[in-house]
């Protein structure tokens, strides 16, 4: 099952910034898509929508997002049953609630839970579209076009080549990510890891587990690595 929407306008992008000169750098050596950002911040300034301050502040705050964040967001889900209930009914709230603004008006983000019925696996079938605000920047075989093809065609080939087996009475859906729409998805909590503190919780948590490529670690295997 997959679901297509348009990407009419992709906001996931590289910036370079500054006072659209760097010391040092001639403009004419940037590509094509570094000049285009430049075009870009310097019409927001002009327009007084947003100065190159701010835009810089927000491409840090993006920068400077990782992994990490989304595991903490699925380990208190996984240790807080009304905040579970929460983030999968009011993503937003949720997240302001533990620190993290998403960005706004767009792109939104949908929160699934995997469940020993149904698995879900993310693609963005056209670009990268990608929850960066907890995540981090995608990872390079999620932008690939293999990837983005096969997600759809064949998915359950695909989680098998990330060593994921899924039941075969179990749903597979295929969420096709959007400029407009993002999704996180919380995968179901490993055996073993009951009594376990949110930051023992979050170290099982792997990005591939958020994007429904692979499951979680398991405890035992976390306890061996150590």
């Not at 019409?43 to 835009?55: I, S, Y």
């Not at 929160?111 to 879900?120: F, G, K, L, M």
């Not at 948590?205 to 429904?212: A, E, H, N, P």
Request: hydrophobic fraction near 40%; aromatic fraction near 4%; proline fraction near 8%.
């Amino acid at each position: 099952m997959s679901e297509n929407h348009d990407h009419a306008n992709n906001p996931d992008h590289h910036h370079d910034h500054g006072d659209h000169t760097h010391p040092g750098m001639d403009t004419e050596e940037l590509g094509w898509h570094a000049r285009r950002v430049q075009a870009m911040e310097t019409l927001l300034a002009e327009k007084g929508l947003l100065t190159v301050a701010e835009v810089q502040r927000n491409v840090d705050a993006v920068e400077s997002r990782s992994p990490a964040d989304g595991a903490r967001v699925v380990a208190r889900a996984w240790s807080d049953p009304q905040f579970k209930a929460r983030l999968l009914a009011e993503p937003e709230a949720a997240l302001a609630g533990m620190g993290y603004q998403l960005p706004d008006p767009t792109p939104k983000l949908d929160v699934v839970e995997n469940t020993a019925a149904v698995h879900h696996l993310v693609v963005c079938t056209l670009c990268s579209c990608y929850p960066r605000a907890l995540l981090g920047r995608p990872p390079d075989w999620y932008k690939s076009f293999a990837y983005r093809s096969r997600a759809v065609s064949d998915p359950r080939g695909v989680l098998q080549e990330f060593g994921t087996e899924i039941p075969a009475d179990a749903e597979v859906v295929v969420l096709d990510s959007t400029a407009d729409l993002r999704y996180l998805v919380l995968p179901q909590r490993p055996a073993g890891a009951e009594g376990l503190s949110e930051d023992e919780l979050a170290a099982l948590v792997t990005r591939d587990s958020m994007i429904g490529v692979s499951q979680p670690l398991t405890p035992e295997l976390v306890a061996a690595d150590d």
